[in-house]
């Protein structure tokens, strides 16, 4: 047997960095939960001091609210198929995939849109494309529809759960391994949490699937569950797909170590506020002092003597803020966000020209984005056209209009556009339809496949 749990050289040096970026993407309790992690302890703190600066720790989430806008503005009209040629029985299928990509009722949409949350965390977030399995290979086509072991679906695994893999000169993966955790109790009267591991291994043509059962009492060995051929043995390649966002694009580990540092240092300018909030008294005297201070006693001052307090002047404090101000800004910064940081609040005199400018950089990233969900989307829809033998040609539209005035915009465009006389069929059916498809992007797919047919039939009259 393969040692099945063999984790790869990049798995284990990424681990802990990925960790720390889904907990500052959480925030909350979670983060609070392992702030040890993150809080730095000063130099010769106390352990009580820095125990009780961990209690009251808290945390400004600024990277987590940026990926959530970028998320929830790219997929503010969801993305749709266009399906061309190939069997009727394709087409259909692809619409219902549409609606329900998962056999959980889950829209394709809603899926990817977890995925790219996921890839902006993490860099990275992996679809496996798999389908129904049977005990006895069906004979014909007819069979293999009736059975519904053509139902192709997607399982969404992070980026931590691909724990093994093997690729080519070209990127493609020649296997991988796969690695999920669960904790189960076997039934209501039971007090005992099994805690199960399943690894699952991929290669060209073939699958297998390895169990382990932990429990508090004993460990039982990992055993072969299920193995045989998959989907897209007839294509040779593995049926994992990665939704990846390399370099800039890649929000969180921009901005991990700005937040860390913002963390500490509003947590520290925190905790020197409420410090400086228990002043201590300062009796100038000439006299020696042997008298009782406390909330019930009192205080002799002689004729020359004089009563203060112990309190910072704040120059200190306005340096901090300052520099929290200067961090905040620099994670928005650096994550295409300048006209969302606050700047114009604090004092910064900002032109029109430069605010459109930040605008139009943060729209070419939105565009650059659609551009990767939209490829990941054209490769599966193609893998399971292809995996069917439906010959249905797919196109993906839409993840590009960012705005609601965006589609006056292109209307106005549209219009003048056909105005030049172009006597062109296909380019007419691609402008009615991208107006259409972006005028109704919350329709169900098959209300969409019905218009592009309609579209088609009106212009070849």
Not at 116 to 129: K, N, P, V, W
Request: hydrophobic fraction near 40%; charge should be negative; include cysteine.
């Amino acid at each position: 047997m393969i040692e099945i749990d063999r984790e790869h050289p990049e798995y284990r040096r990424r681990h802990h960095m990925l960790r720390m970026y889904r907990d500052l993407y959480a925030g909350g309790q979670e983060f609070r939960n392992r702030a040890a992690d993150y809080l730095l302890r000063r130099q010769k703190e106390p352990l009580d001091v820095y125990a009780e600066r961990l209690h009251r720790v808290f945390y400004e989430n600024y990277i987590g609210s940026i990926i959530d806008w970028y998320t929830s503005t790219l997929f503010r009209r969801e993305p749709s198929l266009d399906l061309a040629g190939g069997l009727a029985s394709g087409r259909e299928f692809l619409t219902a995939f549409a609606d329900d990509c998962d056999c959980n009722g889950t829209k394709l949409s809603q899926f990817f849109r977890a995925c790219f949350t996921d890839a902006l965390i993490t860099g990275q977030s992996h679809i496996l494309l798999d389908f129904p399995r049977a005990a006895d290979a069906p004979q014909n086509r007819a069979e293999e529809d009736l059975a519904g072991l053509s139902r192709a679906f997607l399982v969404r695994y992070e980026a931590e759960e691909l724990i093994n893999w093997s690729g080519n000169e070209r990127g493609d993966y020649d296997w991988i391994v796969l690695r999920r955790r669960t904790e189960r109790q076997p039934n209501a009267s039971s007090s005992t949490i099994v805690r199960e591991t399943h690894w699952y291994y991929y290669d060209r043509a073939n699958y297998s699937i390895y169990r382990r059962a932990e429990s508090p009492e004993a460990q039982a060995p990992v055993e072969l569950v299920a193995q045989g051929a998959h989907g897209l043995a007839r294509q040779r390649r593995v049926p994992l797909f990665d939704l990846r966002v390399n370099g800039g694009l890649w929000l969180m580990n921009k901005a991990a170590h700005l937040q860390l540092e913002h963390f500490n240092k509003s947590n520290a300018l925190g905790w020197a506020i409420t410090m400086g909030l228990f002043a201590m008294p300062v009796i100038y005297t000439d006299r020696e002092w042997n008298q009782i201070v406390g909330e019930s006693y009192f205080l002799q001052l002689g004729p020359s003597d004089k009563f203060g307090w112990t309190e910072p002047d704040g120059k200190v404090y306005q340096i901090a803020a300052a520099n929290l101000e200067t961090l905040k800004e620099e994670i928005y910064r650096v994550c295409y966000l300048s006209q969302a940081s606050g700047e114009m609040n604090s004092g910064h005199a900002v032109s029109a020209v430069s605010k459109q400018l930040d605008f139009t950089i943060t729209e070419e990233i939105l565009r650059a984005y659609g551009a990767i969900v939209k490829d990941c989307l054209r490769r599966i829809t193609g893998a399971i056209s292809e995996a069917r033998e439906d010959g249905v040609s797919v196109s993906v539209m839409g993840l590009d209009e960012l705005d609601i005035s965006d589609f006056g915009t292109e209307l106005q465009q549209a219009t003048s556009l056909l105005s030049l006389g172009i006597e062109s069929p296909t380019l007419k059916r691609q402008i009615f339809q991208r107006l259409a498809f972006k005028y109704l992007d919350d329709a169900r797919q098959e209300v969409k496949d019905q218009i592009a047919r309609e579209i088609q039939a009106q212009l070849l009259r």
